[in-house]
């Protein structure tokens, strides 16, 4: 390995003893014109860096570690463990490498939920090189949570792509079929009806005898009971129908997302109105409904038809997770970029090991589910350029928040010649 090349500081110690006063007053100028240097490079750079004495004491961080730590301007944070400013990192790990020593850079991953929900890349090297010992780290914060989503959308877009060639073929395969099914149950209701009015007027006109009359009653009781069975048999059928018809639809819906016509809109509004919709569904499962909604929330910027698709959704699901007797509560509130609303349910939860695969095509824990419901959800939320938080407790219940945008801000500009102020 070749030696390392000495450096201006070693060089100056090395002739420290025969150092003038003017000397001393260049050299003292030149370290302060490298030492700006280096600051104005370091803030520059949009990687957040941090350096750490060897009991986690923060020596230095730039103006992007600034950032992505969500430290007030002009906020002291030298002097301050990074323990304090993240909390969600290993920091034991990372000082016992710095006490091995050894030429090694440490990598972690991890996500902060403060100042909001964020995925870090963490690079750590000690700072006194290959050397054993504490002396210090210095930590290098990426912020992948973009690549990480994109990532995600192209995992999910690739997988969408396979599906799409049987969306088509499925929407034509049983679209026809479920219209000509549709078509003779029809016919055949119309001629149940037909039987069963000519059964009563040949009761009601024919002459009959008293053996005549028995054996003719015991005929119409048998064909009575053959229409009823008939009209049940038809009616479950239609039902099957409109099942397969609603899995076509949200087939189609999650593979053909339209975009949202995004415009100012009351969100408590379009719950209530979701609410009015789905009032019969939820009276006939005994349901109670808890609304803890915002009064003084301003008015959002969203697509009102596909919010109320989203919450038709997770309203449905939650729901279905509840037996009679069980509280859907809807809350509305703001944040500081926008708004928010959550469903929640006192169902049996969702387990964790079901959590990772909650927004994947297909997957369900229902019986008759079609698993699109909360990819539809997913898409349209993603589509608002809002996010989804779940939280749920097995034996306790589960909480959707939906987490969506304010109006996008406008910067005014000054025209030439103009006072900006």
């Known amino acids: 390995m070749p030696p390392a090349k000495t450096s201006f500081v070693d060089?100056?110690?090395?002739?420290?003893?025969?150092?003038?006063?003017?000397?001393?007053?260049?050299?003292?100028?030149?370290?302060?014109?490298?030492?700006?240097?280096?600051?104005?490079?370091?803030?520059?750079?949009?990687?957040?860096?941090?350096?750490?004495?060897?009991?986690?004491?923060?020596?230095?961080?730039?103006?992007?570690a600034v950032r992505l730590l969500g430290l007030a301007e002009g906020a002291k944070a030298e002097g301050q463990t990074i323990q304090q400013l993240l909390p969600e990192l290993d920091w034991e790990k990372l000082?016992?490498?710095?006490?091995e020593g050894g030429s090694?850079?440490?990598?972690?991953?991890?996500e902060v939920t403060w100042p909001r929900p964020r995925f870090f890349r963490l690079f750590a090297a000690p700072i006194d090189g290959e050397a054993s010992g504490s002396a210090g780290l210095a930590l290098i914060l990426n912020d992948a949570t973009e690549a990480r989503q994109?990532?995600?959308e192209t995992v999910e877009s690739e997988r969408l792509q396979a599906l799409t060639l049987l969306a088509a073929s499925l929407a034509?395969?049983?679209?026809?079929?479920?219209?000509?099914?549709?078509?003779?149950?029809?016919?055949?209701?119309?001629?149940?009806?037909?039987?069963?009015?000519?059964?009563?007027?040949?009761?009601?006109?024919?002459?009959?005898g008293p053996r005549p009359r028995a054996l003719q009653l015991g005929a119409e009781q048998a064909a009575f009971a053959s229409i009823d069975k008939l009209q049940q048999f038809a009616g479950v059928a239609r039902g099957e129908i409109g099942r397969?018809?609603?899995?076509?639809?949200?087939?189609?819906?999650?593979?053909?997302?339209?975009n949202p016509k995004l415009r100012s809109a009351d969100l408590n509004q379009t719950i209530r109105e979701t609410l009015d919709l789905l009032q019969p569904e939820l009276e006939n499962r005994g349901l109670f409904i808890a609304e803890e909604l915002d009064g003084k929330l301003p008015a959002g910027?969203?697509?009102?038809?596909?919010?109320?698709?989203?919450?038709?959704?997770?309203?449905?699901?939650?729901?279905?997770?509840?037996?009679?007797?069980?509280?859907?509560?809807?809350?509305?509130?703001?944040?500081a970029e926008g708004q928010w609303f959550s469903v929640g349910d006192t169902g049996g939860g969702i387990p964790q090991e079901t959590m990772n695969r909650l927004f994947k095509p297909f997957h369900t824990t229902?019986?008759?589910?079609?698993?699109?419901?909360?990819?539809?959800?997913?898409?349209?939320?993603?589509?608002?350029?809002?996010?989804?938080?779940?939280?749920s407790h097995v034996g306790r219940g589960t909480r959707f928040r939906i987490w969506l945008p304010g109006p996008p801000k406008v910067r005014l500009l000054s025209h030439p010649g103009e006072d900006a102020s």
């Open 11 to 64: 060089k100056v110690l090395g002739r420290l003893t025969r150092l003038d006063a003017d000397n001393v007053r260049a050299l003292m100028q030149r370290l302060a014109e490298e030492r700006s240097l280096l600051e104005t490079v370091f803030n520059i750079v949009e990687d957040g860096i941090v350096v750490t004495a060897d009991d986690g004491r923060v020596l230095y961080l730039n103006q992007s």
């Open 95 to 99: 000082r016992a490498v710095d006490q």
């Open 104 to 110: 090694q850079v440490v990598r972690q991953e991890f």
């Open 150 to 152: 994109k990532e995600f």
């Open 172 to 208: 034509h395969e049983i679209g026809n079929p479920l219209n000509a099914l549709n078509i003779h149950l029809q016919l055949m209701e119309r001629e149940i009806r037909r039987l069963r009015t000519e059964l009563l007027a040949m009761r009601n006109n024919t002459p009959r």
């Open 244 to 258: 397969l018809d609603y899995i076509v639809s949200q087939f189609l819906q999650a593979l053909r997302p339209s």
């Open 301 to 335: 910027h969203f697509d009102p038809d596909q919010i109320k698709q989203v919450l038709v959704n997770l309203i449905r699901n939650a729901m279905q997770a509840m037996t009679r007797g069980g509280t859907l509560t809807l809350a509305t509130g703001q944040h």
């Open 366 to 391: 229902k019986k008759k589910g079609t698993g699109l419901g909360l990819m539809i959800v997913q898409r349209l939320v993603r589509a608002h350029h809002g996010r989804i938080d779940v939280e």
